[in-house]
C-alpha cells in the first residue's frame, strides 16, 4: 500500500512530528523562563501572552510543557532503543540457536511478561531509586522480553523457510542469512512493537513521575506538573489539563504511525 | 432444465484494478447429471459456483441470469436467495478443516440444516429414481428425530461409529471424515443440486478417490445433481457425465466426457490432456562417469518426545539406498507425497544432518530448485538482489555480476524489467523460473529438483518442464528430479527409481 | 484432572522461584533492615548489634528458609515504618478497598467492551469505521492517572457527586464504598474498555473472512444467525486470553488511581512503602501481587480449556 492511501500513518507523523519539534527547541529556547517565578501570574488562565496559562509560581505552563515533552522523548526513545536492540539481539540467538539457551531465555521472558510493567517499574524503582537514568535502565529492562519475544518468534518463522535453505546452498555466511537475508523481514514487526512499546514507556515514565518515583526537579516532568496541579484543581484546572493533553496527543500519534506501519504490506 | 445459465458475468473491483473472472458464461444442466468444470487457478469456475450461491465477496458485482428449476437467481434478495440456500443448492468446500466451525460438534453443526429450512407439509415426498420415497419433510421434528436423521445421513455417507462422532469436533476428525461430514450436512435437505468445490483437492490420494465414489454414488442413489469444480481433469473424467473447460474466464470447451477427451477441439484443451497422459521421453540409457554416487543411505529424523524421560524416536525414511546420477543424466526418484522425500534431497545437499552411508559428489556444491516456488525467495529481496546474491559470495565484480545475472534471465527467458520487482509480484511460473536461475547461477553443473511442478496449473507445469530440459541440455546439467507424479517423471526423466524400494520394514 | 494437578505443581514452582527472586532481591539491597531501622547516623556498633539481633548476619539460604516458613503461616515481619505493626494486618486492612476497586473496575470492562466491541466490529461505512477507531485509539491511550484527575474536578468539585478524601470502607457501609470507588473504577476501567473493544473488534473481523462463515452462510442462516450462532463465540475465544492481560493492568492500574483519589487500598500502601524504603511491606505486597497474577493466569487458562475444545486437557 502506498503512503496515500494510509491516511493514519500520515496524520501520525504530522502529530508526533509537531510534538518533537516542540520538544526539541524546548531545549534550547521556550517563550518563557521555566525556572523564573512571578506571583502575579500565578494561576492566570489562558490567554494570547501565555496560551497555556500559568502555575501557581506564575510559570509559563507552555514552557514548562515543552520541557516536559523533551524528557518524556528523551525517557521513551532511549527506553525503546535500549530495550529493542537487546531485545531484537538475544531474541534472534534464541531463535536461531534454538535448545536449552532458547527455553531458558523465554521462560525467564514469561515470568517478566506476566507482570504488568508499571509494578515492576516500580520495584526496580525501590531498589535502583528514582532519577532520569534509573528510570531509562528499569524501563529499558522492563521491554527487553517484548522485543526478544517478538524477534525470536520471527525468527523460528523465517529461519525454516526455504529461501534461508537456499542461502545456505548459494554459500551465505551465518551473518549474512541473519542480518541481510532474515533481518530485512522482521524489520516491520519489530518496528510496529517498538511503537507500541513507545507509548507504554510514556504513559510508564508520566505514570511513574506522577507518584513522584520518577524523573526528580530539576528535569522537567508532564506526570510530576499533573501531581503538582491536583492540589490546584479548583484555581486552575488548566494547570492539570494541558501536561495531560499533551501525553495523549504525543501517544495517539505514535498509536497511528503504528497502525499505519501495519498496513504496509 | 434444472439449471440455466446465460451471458454470466462477474468482475472483482479493488481499488488498483478489475478484473474479470467469468467473462459471458452460458451453459445448462440437467437434472440427475454430474458436471465437471474444469480449469486452473484463475480460470473463473469457482467463482460460478460462488454466484449462485450469493457467496461472492461484497467487491464483486456480476450480472447476466443463472435460472435455476426456472427461477432466476441473480436478482433475488438476500432472504429469497437464503430459503434455497442450504436447501436445494448446497456446496462442499476445498478445506473440510476450516469449512468446520471448530467450536461446534459435527453432529450439531449438520443438525443445524434442518432447524434452517422447515418446509411445509404439502411439499413433502420426492421420489428418487430408484424408486424409494426419500422423505423431505422435517417439519417440526423433535430432538430426538433430528439426531436420528443425522446419523441415517452419517450412515448413508459412510462415516464409521456414528453415534460417536455425531460428538465429535471438526479437529477430531481427519481429513477425509471432515469432508463426509460437510457432504452430509450438504445433503440433509436432500438438495436439488450439490456444487462440490475441489472437494478432495485437500485430501491425500487414496482418501481422494474414496470421496469420489461417494459422490458418484449419491448421484446414483438419490439422484441429486453435481457439479463439480476441479483443476484436476483426473477428477472430471472419473466421476462426471458431462464437463465444462474454462479458460481465464471463458469456456473453451464443452462437451460429454468422453468427447473431450477423445476429440478435443480447443489447443487449451488439448494441453491439459496431453500433460496427463503418459508420454514417455526417448533417451538411451546414458553411460559414463557419475555426477553424484550415493551408497547404502539411511535417513532418518529425531523426534523428540513430548513426556519427560522418554527416549527421543528416531523415524527411519529409508533405509540401505544406492544409487548413482551420471553426468549428464535425468534421474527421476519418485515416492508418495509425505514419504520423506524431502529429507533425502536435504541430506545430499548437506541440509539435513541425520543419516548414515555415503554421499560423494564428483561435481562443484550440488543447487536445489524447491517445490514452493514463492517460499524459496526472499520476499523482502527484488530478484535482482536475489540473484546477485551467489556471485557476491563468490567475490564477482558489481558490474560482471550485472552482466551474468541479465544474462541468466535471458536463459530462462524472464524479462529484464523484472529485476527490479519483488517476488510477490511474479506468478508462480515465473518465480519457479527465477528459482531456476538462482540454482544455476552459482555455476553448479549438478541440480536437485525437489517437485519443482506440482505446485503450478498444468499447463504452467508444461513449461517449466520444457525450460528445464532446454538447460540440461543446453548446459549439459545432471539433475536428480523428485516428484510423486509418475506422469511427470516419466515425461522428463532418462531413468527411474523408486523409494518404495527402500523404505523400512516396520 | 493430571492436568490440573500438573498445572498447580507448576503454579507452586513459579511461586517459590519469584520468593527467591525477591528475597534475594531485597538482601543484597545496601541499606539492609538494621540501617533502616536506626538512621544512617546510627554507630557502627550499634547497627552491628541489631544485625546479630535480627539474624541478618546468618547465611541467605538460612534466612530465606526462616522468612518463607514464616510467610507461609502468613507472617512477613514487621514495617519498618509504622514500629510494632506487623506486614500482615497493614495488608490485611487494606486489602478489601483494593479489590472491590479491581471488582468494580473488571465488571466495567467486561459489560461494556463486549457489546460496543461488536457494535464497533459492525460499523461498515469507512466514515463510521474510523469514527469509531479513532474514539478508541484516543481513549486507548489516556494514562488511568490523568483520567482520575480529570474525573475528581468534574464529579468531585464542579458537581459534587462525591467528595475526594472521604472514603467509607465497604465493612462499614458496603454501597457508599461502592458509591465512591466507582469513580477511580472509570478512570482505570475506561481505557482498558478501548483496548479490549479494539482486540475485539479486530477479531470478529479476522473471523468474519474465514471459510467456516461461508459454509454458515451457504447453510442458509440470516445475517444474525451466522453472526451470533458462528462468528461471536469464535471471536471470544482470544478474548478469554486478553482478559487476564486486561485483569493484571487493573491491578497495576489501581495502585496509581488509588494514590489519586485517596483510596485507602494496596497501592497506595506500596507507594508510602517504596518512598520510605519500607522494605518488608514491598517485599510482601509484591508476592502478593505475584501470587494474585500467577492465579488469574490458571484461572484463564483453565477457562480457555474449557471453552475450546482444540485445547486438549
Redesign the interface.
Known sequence: MKIKNNPSLIIGIIITGLILLMAIVGLFWTPYSTTQMDISLKFAPPSFAHIFGCDNFGRDIFSRVMQGAGTTFLVSLSTIAFGMVTGTIIGFLAGYSGGWLDEVIMRANDVINAFPSLLLALVFVSFLGSGLLNIILALGILFIPSFARIARSEMLRLKGMQFVQSAVLIGDSRGRIIFSQILPNAYISILSSAAVGFNNAVIAEAGLSYLGLGVQPPDASLGRMINEAGSFLMQAPWYAIFPGVAIIVLVLGVALISDGVSKID | MLLKVEDLKVQYNT?EKTSYAVKGVSFEMERGEILGIVGESGSGKSTLGLTM???LPSHASYSGHVYFQGRDVIPMS??EL??????EI??V?Q?PM???????KVGKQVE??LL??LKDKDDAMTEAPDGTKLNRHHEKLSKEERKKRVLEMFEAVELPKPEETYKK?P??LSGGMQQRV?IA?ALMCEPEILIADEPTTALDADIQDQILDLLKSINAKRGTSIMLVSHDLRVIRRVCHKAIVMYKGEIVERGTVEDIFEHPQDPYTKSLIAAITDEKKNSNPIEGEAALEVKDLSVYYVKKSEKLGEKPKKNVICKGMTFDVKKGEILGLVGKSGSGKSSIS?AI?G?HKDYTGEIIHHTD?P??I?Q?SA???????KIGWILE??LK??KVEPAERKRLVKEMMERVELPEEFLDRYPRQLSGGQKQRV?IA?AL??GSKFIIADEPVSALDVSIQEQIIELLLKLQKDLDLSMLFISHDRAVVERICDRVIHMEDWKPVS | MKYILKKILTLIIALLVISIIVFIAFSVLPADAAISKLGTDATPERIEALREQLGLNRPVLERYFWWLANAVRGNFGESFQYTGVSVTSLIASRLGNSALLSLISFVMVVVFSIPIGIFSAKRKSFLGRGAMTTVTQITMGIPSFFLGVLLTYLFSLVLHWFYIGRYTPPSENFLAACGYLVFPAIAIALPKIAMTVKFLATSIRSELHKDYVRTAYAKGNTRNGVFYGHVLKNSLVPVITFMGIIVAEIVAGSIIVEKVFSVPGIGTLLITAITNRDYPVVEAVVLLIAFFIIAINFVVDMIYQAVDPRVKL
Open positions: 481499488a450461491m450469493g457467496l438476500f432472504e437464503r430459503q434455497i440456500k442450504g436447501d448446497s456446496v468446500f478445506e476450516t469449512s468446520l466451525n471448530p467450536l461446534i443445524e440444516m434452517l429450512h469436533y479437529h477430531e460437510m450436512m536435504r545437499l541440509l556444491k543447487q536445489m524447491f514452493d517460499a524459496s525467495l526472499n520476499p523482502a529481496r546474491e551467489p559470495n563468490k528459482n538462482l547461477m552459482s
